[in-house]
Structures are given as structure tokens and as C-alpha cells.
């Protein structure tokens, strides 16, 4: 009953259903295995429950482009989709507490409190919005019902009590704001439409800084918003609060345009990621563009307000000059036969106009690139002393500009004297096949010399 996910289905699966929890997994990860069991269980008792409940999974080594999409950084990851909107899961592995949060979180999208709770809810969550109706007969309360369903990431709270009214100098029927940060207290006074009132609660219930952790990924990485300024820090360094009062005093500058992350060391490989030591890199802001192929910028100048500010308006304004990952050159070319290409050396091997260049771009920990390298050290080896280098480049170390690498193994062509638009791929996995396909597409012989047709 565990529906198996791909990114061509991925979202046709989450459209069709109301209420989805996905599991992205790795096969080698143990955690993952123990799970398996548990979530099939799950999955048969939520698939016939009122409402129904539909788990599945992704095989996140193999859609990475939909691990990264959800800010996936370790397995077994679990997202809960809510009529399309997503958030993190948070409970238990045991069929039993599956399937009990499962039921909660599919409740209505609304919850009837006292005026007692709605205090309560309110001094303990970051944001709580309350719609202050008497009755449900307004457009303004079918809309705050709409928007709830379509915007999850906070509690909303429905409260009728005259003292409630009173307590908070409402109006029924109205809509409040109450957070813990800035003004504490925000009146919608826009359209009664769920678009306005979604957009008015995505905006406002967002701080201007959000620390990174399993809570805040989906607001950090799954909203609407594709900029973030991510300062990388050390919470046990002494001017850690006024590096993040800095921070935070930059962010109030882009409410709405830019999510601002700070991020603990603790949290290495993310550090890694943007190929920063956690040791000596504390105090780096980085800026991270979704939208354009998770392209990041780095700034160096001072960590002040203003000059923050003006660094954020140049990834705002796309003004900001992209960093790119690169390991050094290695200190042995060939790793067997075949050519190590690193971002260093890319533009010297790749790009020079007498080669025909073929590159893997693979990740060390991908199965699929493990099962290659054998054909690919052959092929290699079949056009030593030729114009025609057989390379690889570590993708998860290493970026190159204009090149858009969706998975792993990625394998791309730059032609001799052709060296504007790489050719992608597409044949299979076997030495034949490779190296049929090369006879295809190779402009240069195996001894160095032009093919005979093109003479």
C-alpha cells in the first residue's frame, strides 16, 4: 500500500490526494530498513481510516532533484503534504504513532478553541493566527477556512467568547496575527479571499531570521520564497548574538523576498555543502538562489547591517557574482586511465578546442556511478593516446558554470571546436554501448587525427 514516487509522478500523487506522507530514503541507509516494516503497516491502516491517508516514498539517491527540492539532508526524511502544502514530520517510527499523528494532522484545518486555549496557543508558538468569528455565514470566515487548507505551516484557531473579543480589542468577524517576535500583534486588513489572506500570513509569519533545524527546513527550503542569505555560525563563540542581532537587523530589510538562515556548526554537512570548514568558516554568509540550479554566492566584507544589506539587494537584483565549488587539482591526473577533472581545471582540459572531451559527473557515494566505473575505465583505457579524453568530476565537490547536473551519473560531450552547448548522454551503460556512441559523436580519431568523412 506504500506508493512508490518518481519525479515524473511526484506531483500528480500529491494532487490527487488530500492528505500524503512521503518518506525520502536511501537503500543502504539502516534506519530506512528498520522503518520499512513499520510504514507498511501504517500505510494499510491510514489507506481505509476517515479521511484516507496515503503514504509513499522516493529513493532520494536516485530523485535527487526532489531531495534537494525539500531540503532533504539525511534518511530517512519524512514530509507531510497537507491539500498540496508541505511540512516536516515529526513523529514517532511505529506503525501505531505513524498512524496516530497521521490522524491528527488530517483533522480539520481549523480548530473551535475557548479563550483560555486561544492564550495558551498563542504563548506557546512562535505564530498562531485566530479568526474571530460569531458565526460562519461571512466571506471572510470561508476564506480563513480556504487559506488554512492551503497554508499549514502555523495554527489556526477559530474563537466566538465575548471575553476573547474583549481581552484583545477584536471584531467579529477579524483576523489576527499573534507571534513572538517584532510586533507581537498583526491585523489582516485585506481582501476576504484566501489568496490575500495566505499571501498576508506568509509574509508576516515569518521572522526575519529563522535558524536551521528539522522544524524550519520546510519554511526555509519549501516555501514560495527561492533566495536565502545563510549566515554559517558558532553559537558557542563570544560575539555570537551580536553577529545574529546584526543578522537579524539585515533581515527585517527583505520581509518577504529573501529567507534569512543562520546555521549552527553542528550541522556539518551543510557546511561541506557550500565548502566551508566548520572549524575555521563561522562567521561566512553565503547566498543560495533555488531557483538557478542551487547557485550560491559568497560574501566577504564585514559582518555589518548596511553592508549586508547591500550584498542581499545584489542576489536580489541578480547582480551577485556566483561562487562555485572546486576542489584543488589533484596531484595525479589520471586515476587509472581516466582524466580527474575539478573546477580548477576544468576550462584548461574540457574546453580545449583540439580535444573531444566526455565527463562523468558522478557522486562518490551513488551506486549507479559505482556500477559504471568499470566500463568507464575501460573506455578510458580504449582512447589512451588520442585527442579524445575520458574524464570524471566529483559533482558534489565541484560546480561549473552553465552546467545543470539533475542526478548522478550525469554524462555530458564537449565536442572539438564545438564547445558552446555540451551534448548530453543518452545511450546506455555497457562499454559496447559507450563506446558506440562515441564512434557516433567523436570529431577527432582515436590517433589524434580529424575523421576521415570530415576531410
Known amino acids: 500500500d506504500v506508493v512508490v514516487l518518481s519525479t515524473d509522478t511526484f506531483d500528480e500523487i500529491v494532487e490527487k490526494n488530500d492528505f500524503l506522507l512521503v518518506e525520502f530514503y536511501a537503500p543502504w541507509c539502516g534506519h530506512c530498513k528498520s522503518l520499512t516494516p513499520e510504514y507498511a503497516k501504517a500505510a494499510t491502516a491510514l489507506k481505509s481510516a ?3 491517508v496515503a503514504l509513499a516514498k522516493v529513493d532520494a539517491t536516485v530523485e535527487q532533484t526532489l531531495g534537494e527540492r525539500f531540503g532533504v539532508q539525511g534518511f530517512p526524511t519524512l514530509v507531510w503534504f497537507k491539500h498540496g502544502s508541505n511540512s516536516p514530520y515529526d513523529g514517532g517510527r511505529k506503525a501505531p504513532e505513524i498512524i496516530e499523528w497521521c490522524k491528527k ?6 480548530k473551535a478553541v475557548t479563550a483560555e486555549v486561544m492564550d495558551a496557543e498563542i504563548d506557546g508558538n512562535e505564530a498562531v493566527v485566530v479568526g474571530f468569528f460569531k458565526d460562519k455565514e461571512s466571506e471572510l470566515y470561508t476564506a480563513f477556512f480556504e487559506a488554512a487548507k492551503t497554508f499549514s505551516d502555523i495554527p489556526y484557531l477559530e474563537v466566538s467568547e465575548e471575553s476573547a ?6 471584531t467579529a468577524p477579524s483576523i489576527v496575527l499573534f507571534r513572538q517576535f517584532d510586533e507581537p500583534r498583526v491585523d489582516y486588513t485585506g481582501a476576504a479571499t484566501k489568496e490575500d489572506i495566505v499571501s498576508f500570513l506568509k509574509k508576516e509569519s515569518m521572522p526575519p531570521a529563522l535558524e536551521f533545524n528539522e522544524q524550519n527546513q ?18 558557542e563563540a563570544s560575539d555570537y548574538k551580536t553577529q545574529l542581532a546584526t543578522f537579524y537587523a539585515a533581515g527585517k530589510k527583505f520581509t518577504g523576498e529573501v529567507v534569512f538562515v543562520y546555521i549552527d556548526k553542528e550541522h556539518e554537512n551543510v557546511f561541506q555543502y557550500f565548502s566551508l570548514d566548520p572549524k575555521k568558516d563561522a562567521g561566512t554568509l553565503m ?5 538557478l540550479d542551487m547557485r ?3 560574501y566577504t566584507g564585514a559582518l555589518e547591517t548596511d553592508a549586508i544589506v547591500e550584498f542581499v ?7 551577485a557574482t556566483p561562487f562555485l565549488k572546486t576542489e584543488d587539482e589533484p596531484a595525479e591526473p589520471l586515476d587509472g586511465s581516466v582524466t580527474v577533472i575539478v573546477g580548477k581545471n576544468f576550462e584548461r582540459i574540457v574546453l580545449d578546442e583540439t580535444k573531444d572531451v566526455l565527463v562523468e559527473f558522478y557522486a562518490p557515494w551513488c551506486g549507479h556511478c559505482q556500477k559504471l566505473a568499470p566500463a568507464w575505465e575501460k573506455l578510458a583505457k580504449h582512447y589512451q593516446d588520442s585527442n579524445v579524453v575520458i574524464g570524471k568530476l566529483d559533482g558534489t565537490k565541484n560546480e561549473i558554470e552553465g552546467v545543470s547536473v539533475e542526478g548522478f551519473p550525469t554524462i555530458k560531450f564537449w565536442p572539438a571546436n564545438n564547445k558552446k ?5 543518452d545511450g546506455g551503460r555497457t562499454f559496447k554501448e559507450l563506446k558506440a556512441w562515441m564512434g557516433e559523436h567523436q570529431t577527432t580519431s582515436t590517433a589524434g587525427e580529424p575523421k576521415k568523412e570530415e576531410l
Open 50 to 52: 476517515e479521511p484516507p
Open 105 to 110: 494532522k488530517s483533522g480539520p484545518p481549523t
Open 165 to 170: 473579543l474583549a481581552k484583545h480589542s477584536a
Open 218 to 235: 520546510k519554511k526555509i527550503f519549501g516555501g514560495d520564497i527561492k533566495k536565502q542569505a545563510i549566515l554559517f555560525m558558532d553559537k
Open 287 to 291: 547566498g543560495l538562489n533555488m531557483a
Open 296 to 298: 550560491k554566492y559568497k
Open 313 to 319: 539587494k545584489t542576489l536580489v537584483d541578480g547582480t
Open 421 to 425: 552547448e555540451p551534448v548530453t548522454y
